[in-house]
């Protein structure tokens, strides 16, 4: 017997409403598998189909400050919260995605729809989702046409290899992913009218002359060197949401994120956190590249997604930093973690790889004035949740 579509997300009755947000549609257990174009569009049109507020400028949330220090921005209105809408998360079922997913779960949205192809992500990461009605992952690649219609209010676009590991592997999927992907999340935005956020990356300074890195630093990235598949897709995705901005009016919004770190991150991907709090607590070495002079910053996970839903909400489509100010070298960080974990080997240095950035700290005026947001979470204490979670997982 042939099941019936999977996310065939909520009968309208059952929708959790500011009215009713404990409301829970019970339903069969979710299948993940991939879906056909019209699949995904009978399932789109009956899960988004739900009349609500759009994007819209009724209840300023945020404090208009002064928009002194960024002049020729301007700063109208944002909507209060997430109650109501219908979002879609590309790259949902990744590191960042299912913190946002959560969060905009929490935050009372009407349906929240993670399209992902588990390329770097897992089906894991937001599995403890799959119990809320509202909530639906969909296997897709989004280089491929989507067929999705009806309304979306807003479209978060992270789906991209993310670490050096993954977009050396996947190369050509991230080039692919930077470019048709980030198309057919506009062209989706376009036809619903949604507002569309692209995440983008503090890899469109390359390796920085400008020190920290202001939005309007143009960047120094080697078009051919090996970070290139990755910093030169983020680049020219934000030159196509901007093309479809401008030209075809296009609600969109540019997030330019800084180092994040936080639990799903997975060990192996090669990123600096997971390696050393790994390493730390199998009671290893720690591997730096370079002298570890270099310097980088470390984000939180939750103070990144709430830069990235004040973002969404804002009407802001110049690119936003989004980041954490305070910089730490390497080795210092190294010895954080040995602080955190209580334990961990010396410090054994490997050649520097080709196009390593040397400094990296956002310049967060224009995030701080327009968002009004700034990270809370502290390293010591983000460290703390992030080993948490790892030693369960080493
Ligand atoms: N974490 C950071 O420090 C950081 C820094 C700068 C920018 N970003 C950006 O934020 C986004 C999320 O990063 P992350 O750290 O969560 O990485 P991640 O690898 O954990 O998440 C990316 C997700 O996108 C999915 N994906 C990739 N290609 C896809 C495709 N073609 N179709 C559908 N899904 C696809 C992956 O399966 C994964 O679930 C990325 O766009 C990344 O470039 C992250």
Known sequence: MT????????????????????????????????HTPAALTAIQSRALRRPGARMGCSKPALPPESNDEVP???????????????????????????????RLLADGAAGVVAVDNLCTGAEGNVAHLGKDA??????????????LQGPVDVLFNLASPASPFDYAKLWLETLRAGALGTQHAL?????????????????????????????????????????????????YAETLVMGFHRHRGVKTRIARIFNTYG?????????????????????????????????????????????????????????????????????????????????????????????????????ITRAKTLLGWAPKVGLDEGLARTIEYFRAVV
């Open 3 to 34: 099941k019936s579509p999977v996310w065939a997300i909520w009968p309208d009755s059952k929708v959790p409403s500011d009215s009713n947000p404990s409301a829970v549609n019970p339903r069969p257990p979710t299948v993940h598998r991939p």
């Open 263 to 363: 639990p799903r991150m997975r060990l192996q991907d090669g990123r600096v956190v997971p390696a050393f709090v790994s390493q730390a607590l199998k009671g290893q070495d720690f591997t730096v590249f370079g002298d570890g002079s270099q310097t980088r910053c470390f984000c939180y996970v939750a103070d990144l997604v709430d830069g990235l839903v004040r973002l969404a909400l804002s009407d802001v489509t110049e690119p936003v930093n989004l980041g954490n100010p305070e910089e730490r070298t390497i080795r210092e960080f190294a010895e954080a973690v040995r602080r955190a974990v209580g334990g961990g080997g010396k410090i054994v240095t490997k050649p520097l790889p080709q196009g390593d950035p040397k400094v990296r700290r956002p310049d």
């Open 72 to 102: 020729g921005l301007c700063y109208t209105t944002v909507v209060a919260t997430f109650s109501g809408k219908r979002v879609m998360v590309f790259g949902g079922a990744g590191f960042v995605g299912s913190h946002l997913c959560e």
């Open 134 to 147: 509202r909530f639906e992952l969909v296997r897709h690649d989004v280089t491929e046409p989507l067929g």
């Open 187 to 235: 062209e989706l935005a376009e036809k619903t009218g949604a507002v569309m956020l692209q995440a983008s990356t503090s890899e469109v300074y390359g390796d920085p002359i400008v020190h920290p890195q202001v939005e309007s630093y143009t960047g120094n990235v080697d078009c051919t060197g090996p970070r290139a598949v990755y910093d030169e897709a983020k680049r």
